[in-house]
């Protein structure tokens, strides 16, 4: 079965860094595109970005373009996300989420991991 | 890219059937067949149910529909059960090389 296990979240002020993991397992990761979706407390899904499995090709929504890197070490079966100058509205639950080959859905989900930006 | 419109909430009786209706752009439902549609119970991860417009992935069960018609897409379920009671999103990818959710719809089971 499909696993990803997000980590890295927590709280911390605005214009602060972090930065997300998203470990992945039983398939294979280097053929599989990625993505990052969040959802704000309360609120409904929002695409992040995504990325292709060879790491060449990444793609942002406007909201966090410039400020959020995403990448992905294949060797060791890893996605990440660089969150730089946080926002509050930054603030929720980041998903790590797997595309399904051959059609841009999101066919597996991670637990989420929660983000709190605050002062 | 606007977020794609879905009802607030929906509700039906066990046994009936209902359907959450998603609407889009020709950028994006009206511009692919890229539709997809996901479950969430409280305080759980979402859970792909539909994917191109039509589409069950395996183990998802055939109460559960989806169709497309210009840039409107449905979700219907059948046979309403007490463990469909969920939030339900839908999604599209757009001719942008991006994806857009709808605000999600709540679904309660009388």
């Known amino acids: 079965e499909v696993q990803l296990v997000e980590s890295g979240g927590g709280l911390l002020q605005p214009g602060g860094s972090l930065r997300l993991s998203c470990a992945a397992s039983e398939f294979t990761f280097s053929s599989s595109a990625m993505s990052w979706v969040r959802q704000a407390p309360g609120k409904g899904l929002e695409w992040v970005s995504a990325i292709r499995g060879t790491g060449v090709s990444t793609y942002y929504a406007d909201s966090v373009k410039g400020r959020f890197t995403i990448s992905r070490d294949n060797s060791k079966n890893a996605l990440f996300l660089q969150m730089n100058s946080l926002r509050a509205e930054d603030t929720a639950v980041y998903y790590c989420?797997?595309?399904?080959?051959?059609?841009?859905?999101?066919?597996?989900w991670g637990q989420g991991i929660l983000v709190t930006v605050s002062s | 890219q606007s977020a794609l419109t879905q009802p607030a909430s929906v509700s039906g009786s066990p046994g009936q059937s209902i359907t959450i209706s998603c609407t889009g752009t020709?950028?994006?439902?009206?511009?692919?067949?890229?539709v997809s549609w996901y479950q969430q119970h409280p305080g759980k991860a979402p859970k792909l149910m539909i994917y191109d417009v039509n589409n069950r992935p395996s183990g998802v069960s055939n109460r559960f529909s989806g169709s497309k018609s210009g840039n409107t897409a449905s979700l219907t379920i059948s046979g309403l059960q007490a463990e469909d009671e969920a939030d339900y999103y839908c999604?599209?990818?757009?001719?942008?090389?991006?994806?857009?959710f709808g605000g999600g719809t709540k679904l309660t089971v009388l």
């Open positions: 020709s950028s994006d439902i009206g511009g692919n067949n890229y």
């Open positions: 999604s599209s990818y757009t001719n942008s090389r991006s994806w857009v």
């Open positions: 989420a797997k595309i399904r080959g051959g059609s841009p859905t999101f066919d597996y």
